[in-house]
């Protein structure tokens, strides 16, 4: 589903010129698509069913991958439908730091914008088609997600659990550790040259925790392709670089 926006291009009719029952007709539609909408939203409930999340360990490595098991439960004896919550905006997960309170989160499907011109601002949102799933009777709907892949950790303790609309999931600890064995995923992600500018660079600030000689030159998506083969020739030397200082070192991070 494609909506297209165009900002900054507000216009204004004046109304002087319309036949007042023109007018009319539509103040009196407005108050009846009003009204409907309103009684929809008191009268529709919402599909709740039991929910909950499941980790194969509490403590992780920073970069490592955190797979999250997330279940719907039908626990009735009929057939409950509901909007597929893989791919839902409405459900999210949350990693929310226990010293400071940020909350790391993001929801289960995602909306994409693409610019067409940038000057103008005109931009297209798409938005994930929503589908519905059927859950038999005493049975479960399962899916995975990783924590790792969607959020930009650090270290520390975290109360993870998920949201559907205003409903919650039991709630998990996680810790996340930058200890030595945190490097070798670091490591990966600064030199694959297939993630996200934003991801590599995540990882190469963290390794520059340790070894502030690790810097590297990150092609993003408007660098030429020779510039970047040059980047990721240089990025090569870093690693070497990076591979005798970790022989050498003893890490005690």
């Known amino acids: 589903m494609m909506h297209i926006f165009k900002a900054n291009q507000n216009k204004f009719t004046t109304t002087s010129a319309l036949p007042k029952s023109f007018l009319l007709i539509v103040v009196i539609l407005f108050l009846l698509l009003s009204a409907t909408t309103i009684l929809y939203s008191m009268t529709k409930k919402p599909m709740s ?9 509490q403590s992780y490595n920073l970069g490592e991958p955190i797979p999250v098991d997330i279940v719907y439960r039908n626990n009735s004896s009929k057939e409950k439908s509901l909007d597929d919550p893989s791919n839902s905006l409405n459900v999210s997960i949350h990693m929310v730091d226990e010293k400071n309170k940020e909350d790391f989160n993001y929801s289960m499907g995602q909306a994409t914008t693409t610019i067409f011109n940038e000057d103008e601002d005109q931009y297209a949102v798409e938005i994930p088609i929503q589908k519905s799933i059927t859950i038999a009777p005493m049975s479960s709907y399962q899916f995975q997600s990783d924590l790792n892949k969607r959020l ?5 303790t975290f109360d993870c659990f998920l949201t ?7 709630h998990k600890k996680i810790t996340i550790i930058f200890k030595e064995p945190a490097l070798s995923y670091l490591i990966a992600f600064a030199m694959d040259e297939k993630q996200e500018y934003s991801r590599r660079e995540w990882a190469m600030e963290w390794i520059q925790e340790v070894n502030p000689a690790f810097v590297l030159k990150l092609p993003n998506e ?15 030397q870093r690693y070497k670089e990076f591979v005798l200082w970790r022989k050498s070192k003893t890490s005690n991070l």
């Not at 069913?49 to 360990?57: G, Q, S, V």
């Not at 559907?164 to 039991?170: A, C, K, L």
């Not at 510039?227 to 020739?233: F, I, L, P, S």
């Open 49 to 57: 069913l039991p929910m909950n999340i499941y980790l194969k360990k």
């Open 152 to 156: 930009f950790l650090r270290p520390g």
């Open 164 to 170: 559907d609309g205003d409903s919650q999931s039991e």
């Open 222 to 236: 408007n660098t030429p392709n020779n510039t970047a083969k040059e980047y990721e020739r240089f990025n090569q």
